[in-house]
C-alpha cells in the first residue's frame, strides 16, 4: 500500500513539472518519459514562416502615345515598364502541424473576360471607333483627341447650366461621372495606364543547428519572386545570429538519480535581407540553438 501511493506521487510530480513546461514556450522534454497519461516522446523543432509581400508597379503605354504631345500637348511613355519592389517582409515561428496541413486549392469557376474594359491591357475595340471606315493611327489619334474636348466642352455646359435646366439632381451627376469615365477612356489611349498589384508568399525554414544562414529565394526587380535555382534574381536571405545565453535554471547534480531532461531554447535574432538590405528582424526562441539540461524532479517526504 506504501509502494503504490508512492509511486502515485511520484506520477503527479512528474506531471506537475510536464504542465509546467509546457506552459513555457522556451522549454520542452527531450527524449522518451512516462506520465500518468502515458509515454511521452519529445524531439523538440523550431520552425520559422517567412513571409513577404511585394508589390508589381506595371505602366502600360498607350497605342496613341507618340501623338500626345502633338494632339494633346503632353509627353507620355512610348515603352511599358515593370516594377516589383519588396512592400514588406516578417519571420516568425510557425506551429510544427501546421506545415503538415495541405489544403486542395478550390477549383476556380469560369472567367469572363470583357473586350471593351480591361485593368491589364487595353481594349480590342478601341471606345474612339465609331465606324467601319478604316483610318490611319494618326487619325484615329486626332479624332480621339477631339472627343476628348467635346466631352469637356459637354461638362461645362452641364455644370455651367447652358446644357439646358432640366438636368440637375442625381441625373446631373450621374452624366457628370459617365463624362469622366469616357474621358478617362479616351486619355489611356494617349497616356497609358498604371496598374498596382501586391502578391504575398509564405516560405517555411527548418532551422539546423549547423548552419546560420538560408537562401529562402531570390527576388527580382523585373520578375519578382523567384526560386531558389533561378540566378537571374537577388538572394532573399534568412540569417540566424544565436545568442548562447546561458539559462537562468539550476541543472541536477551528477548525483541525482530523479530526473529529466529539457531542451532549453535559445532566443536568437533571425534577420531577412533582400539584396543586401535588411527588410525584417526578430528575436524568436529556436530550439535547434538552445542547450539540452537535466533538472530534478522535487523529492516526496
Given at each position: 500500500?506504501?509502494?503504490?501511493?508512492?509511486?502515485c506521487a511520484?506520477?503527479?510530480?512528474?506531471?506537475?513539472?510536464?504542465?509546467?513546461?509546457?506552459?513555457?514556450?522556451y522549454?520542452?522534454?527531450v527524449?522518451v518519459?512516462?506520465t500518468?497519461?502515458?509515454?511521452v516522446v519529445?524531439?523538440?523543432r523550431?520552425v520559422?514562416?517567412?513571409?513577404?509581400?511585394?508589390?508589381?508597379?506595371?505602366a502600360l503605354s498607350?497605342?496613341?502615345?507618340r501623338?500626345a504631345?502633338?494632339?494633346?500637348?503632353v509627353r507620355?511613355?512610348l515603352?511599358?515598364?515593370v516594377?516589383?519592389?519588396v512592400?514588406?517582409?516578417?519571420?516568425?515561428l510557425?506551429?510544427?502541424d501546421?506545415c503538415?496541413?495541405s489544403?486542395?486549392?478550390?477549383?476556380?469557376?469560369?472567367?469572363v473576360?470583357?473586350?471593351a474594359?480591361?485593368?491589364e491591357e487595353?481594349a480590342?475595340l478601341?471606345p474612339?471607333?465609331?465606324?467601319?471606315?478604316v483610318s490611319?493611327l494618326?487619325?484615329a489619334a486626332?479624332?480621339a483627341?477631339?472627343t476628348?474636348f467635346s466631352?469637356r466642352?459637354?461638362r461645362?455646359?452641364?455644370i455651367?447650366?447652358?446644357?439646358?435646366?432640366?438636368?440637375?439632381?442625381?441625373?446631373?451627376?450621374?452624366?457628370?461621372?459617365?463624362?469622366?469615365?469616357l474621358?478617362?477612356s479616351?486619355?489611356?489611349?494617349f497616356?497609358?495606364?498604371r496598374?498596382v498589384?501586391?502578391?504575398?508568399?509564405?516560405y517555411?525554414?527548418y532551422?539546423?543547428?549547423?548552419?546560420?544562414?538560408?537562401?529562402?529565394?531570390r527576388?527580382?526587380?523585373?520578375d519578382?519572386l523567384?526560386?531558389?535555382?533561378?540566378?537571374?534574381?537577388?538572394?532573399v536571405?534568412?540569417r540566424?545570429?544565436?545568442?548562447f545565453a546561458a539559462?537562468?535554471?539550476?541543472e541536477?547534480?551528477?548525483?541525482?538519480l530523479?530526473?529529466?531532461?529539457?531542451?532549453?531554447?535559445?532566443?536568437?535574432?533571425?534577420?531577412?535581407?533582400?539584396?543586401?538590405?535588411e527588410?525584417?528582424?526578430?528575436?524568436?526562441p529556436?530550439?535547434e540553438f538552445?542547450?539540452?539540461?537535466?533538472?530534478?524532479?522535487?523529492?516526496?517526504?
Amino acid at each position: 500500500m506504501k509502494f503504490e501511493s508512492l509511486v502515485c506521487a511520484c506520477l503527479l510530480s512528474f506531471s506537475g513539472i510536464c504542465g509546467a513546461l509546457a506552459q513555457n514556450p522556451y522549454i520542452a522534454l527531450v527524449g522518451v518519459a512516462e506520465t500518468a497519461d502515458g509515454v511521452v516522446v519529445s524531439d523538440p523543432r523550431s520552425v520559422l514562416a517567412v513571409d513577404l509581400v511585394v508589390e508589381c508597379d506595371k505602366a502600360l503605354s498607350g497605342p496613341y502615345a507618340r501623338y500626345a504631345q502633338k494632339y494633346l500637348g503632353v509627353r507620355a511613355s512610348l515603352t511599358d515598364k515593370v516594377a516589383w519592389s519588396v512592400r514588406s517582409a516578417s519571420v516568425a515561428l510557425l506551429d510544427e502541424d501546421a506545415c503538415c496541413l495541405s489544403e486542395c486549392p478550390e477549383a476556380s469557376g469560369p472567367q469572363v473576360v470583357s473586350h471593351a474594359v480591361s485593368d491589364e491591357e487595353f481594349a480590342r475595340l478601341q471606345p474612339d471607333k465609331v465606324s467601319t471606315a478604316v483610318s490611319s493611327l494618326e487619325d484615329a489619334a486626332r479624332n480621339a483627341a477631339n472627343t476628348i474636348f467635346s466631352l469637356r466642352r459637354h461638362r461645362l455646359e452641364l455644370i455651367t447650366g447652358e446644357a439646358g435646366e432640366h438636368v440637375f439632381g442625381e441625373g446631373l451627376r450621374a452624366a457628370l461621372d459617365e463624362i469622366a469615365r469616357l474621358e478617362q477612356s479616351y486619355l489611356e489611349l494617349f497616356l497609358g495606364k498604371r496598374v498596382v498589384t501586391t502578391q504575398s508568399r509564405r516560405y517555411v525554414v527548418y532551422p539546423q543547428s549547423d548552419k546560420k544562414q538560408y537562401i529562402v529565394c531570390r527576388f527580382s526587380v523585373v520578375d519578382g519572386l523567384l526560386p531558389e535555382s533561378d540566378l537571374s534574381g537577388d538572394m532573399v536571405l534568412l540569417r540566424i545570429e544565436p545568442s548562447f545565453a546561458a539559462p537562468s535554471l539550476v541543472e541536477a547534480g551528477p548525483k541525482e538519480l530523479n530526473f529529466v531532461t529539457c531542451r532549453v531554447a535559445d532566443l536568437s535574432a533571425c534577420t531577412v535581407i533582400c539584396a543586401g538590405r535588411e527588410c525584417a528582424r526578430s528575436v524568436l526562441p529556436l530550439y535547434e540553438f538552445g542547450r539540452t539540461l537535466k533538472l530534478a524532479l522535487p523529492r516526496h517526504k
